[in-house]
Structure formats: structure tokens, C-alpha cells
């Protein structure tokens, strides 16, 4: 069976780095392999750093996003306890389901989609109802849009903030310490440039204090994991190895171009996509002012069959972009320059077909 080679437009995965491919195909090591060790410490200290961060507690969850989101609430979070949820499309609408299930109290605080969260709604409602933790979202794929989590963190006040830059982490500045984020998470397969497997984490002193002794999850448990790196490391489930090394060769790549030349090159991407879909006579979803470089999101043209659009994509080109969320799924597309996948020769390939396609 032959596996077709696309070109990974869509709101996630991208097209991984020649590096963090590479690394998966690898001989295995073993997960306690004196080798491997090394190549995990190297990996959270490169997450460190992405992160904008010196928590000592940083460290790839074994999973998807979805793994770091459960595992940031199950810790953080139990009966009764209050989750102020900023909400602003469907992975906001995630988080309140994650929270309650752990047993939160959530206070969603929603935004139309498209636009940033609230800030002064979400604070406002953390004070009145004495939030213990206050969580958001900082790149919203379902819409395209930004959220200003540094004025969040500014107003917090006695909670915990957590944050998920699933979607920013690698592509766009993420600012944990600086921003006073206690938690946050994000997935390898977004702008980090690596396949679906894995979801780094970062918890600081402030919120490991005060996290829950027995959370739900045992898979899941902070306390169980450990702190992952020194000699304090003991087994707690087989680690992910090849996802690990393909983690590690994702993050030599970012490391060996800059931290600030892929947020450059996802900038730009971003930037000459969206005024040549304006150009296009198109008309941009996210409100002017948060839109994300790195998810653009685009509405369907009048009487354009938006599925339709997307099959030849795939089928002439080998192009893949995303449709829209809930009610947008079909008058809205996501179209994704992450990692990898975030070059100039995408932009202009995809705007060129787009064109031939519409007829524009
Ligand atoms: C993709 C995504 C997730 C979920 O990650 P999975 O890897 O699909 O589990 C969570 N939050 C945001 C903002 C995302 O874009």
C-alpha cells in the first residue's frame, strides 16, 4: 500500500521537519537507555526555552494536546473547585468539558468566535467567583483568532492561570514566566513540526503547591510522572521513545534556524497568505487586529461548495487545508502555515491553485 505525499495545509498536523523525521526512523532505545535519558533531559530543556521558562517541572506528556489539556485540569482541579473558562471557539468549549469532568465548578465566559477572549469579562468573573484556576486558550485553531494572555496574568490575582498555546508554541512568542502562566501545554504536530504523539508541558512552583494530591487520572498524574529529568527519576509508564527523538529532532531544527526566525517565517507566511486571499476578493474570518500568522481562517465565497473546493485540492494537488467549526463548517476554511509547512513556496503554490479552482 503506497501512502500519497500531501502537503499538510490544514489546521493540523503539518509536514513534519526533515529533522524530526528522520529521528523517528532511528534504531529504538531502550526507555531507560542511558542515551535515551540524555536525549529526553535535552528535549525539556529545549521545551524550556520555547516555552520562555525556567520551571524545572517541564516535560512531553505521552499524548495528544488533548493529553496535555486533561492532564493541566486533572491536577489543578477537583470538586467543587471554580474554573473560570475564557471561551472563544471549540477548544475553549474543550476545556469546560475537561474541567467538569474532573468535577469543577466552570464559569464559562464566552466571546463571539473570532474574537479574543474577553480579558476584563474573564478577570471580572474570577474575582466574583473566587476562581481557583483561570484558563484559556491562546491560539484558538477553530477560529484563527489571538487572546492577550499577558493581561490575564497581569489581573489574575490569587488564581492559577493555565494556558493552552497548543497552536503557538514554535510558530508565534509564547511567554510562560514573563506572561505569569502557572500551566501550560501544547501538541507536537502544530507549529513544533512534528507528528500527533506527544504534548510538553509546563507547571511552575506556584501551581505544583497547590495541585491536587490524588488526581483522577493515574496515567495522568503529575505527582506519579515526577519530574522526568535528574536522578529522582524512577518508572512510571514506557515512554514514548521514538516520539520523544522525533520531538528532539523537531526541536534541533527550530534551534538550528532560531527561535525568531521560524516566528519570522510564520509571520510572513501568514501576512502574504492573507492579503492575497483579500486580494483574492476574499474575506478573512478572525477579527483584524488577533489574527494568527500561523492559522488563517477564510470565508467560503457565496454559492462555492466549500467541500467541493477541498476535494480538488486534495485529489489535483495533493494539498490538504481545514474546514470550518460547528456552525462555520461549511461557510469557513483553516488554512495552516505551521512548522515545516510554513514556507513562502506553500503560500504561493496554494494561492495559485486556489485561484485556478475558484476561478478568481
Ligand atoms: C489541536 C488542538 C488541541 C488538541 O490537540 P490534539 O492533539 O488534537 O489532542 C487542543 N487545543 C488547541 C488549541 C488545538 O489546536
Redesign the pocket.
Known sequence: MTIPDRILMG??PCNPYPEAVEALGRPLLGHLDPDFLRILDETCEGLRTLFKTSNARTLPISG????G?EAAFVNTVSDGDVAVVGVNGL?GE?MCDVAARCGARVIRVDSPWGEPVGVDAVLDAARRHHAKVIAV?H???STGARSDVAALGAGKGDALLLM?C??SLGGIPVEVDAWGVDIAYA?T??CLGVP?GLAPLTINDRAWERRIERPRSWYLDLGMIGEYTGAARKYHHTAPVAMVAGLHGGLSAIFDEGPAAVQARHEECGQVLQSALEAMGLELFAAAGSRLPELTTVRVPDGVDSAGVRKALLERYGVEIGGGVGQYASSVWRIGCMGHTARLRNVTMLVAVLAEILGR
Open positions: 489546521p493540523g495528544t494536546g488533548s493529553a489539556m477548544f474543550r486558550v491560539a484558538e485553531t493552552d497548543v497552536t501538541g504536530q502544530k500527533p
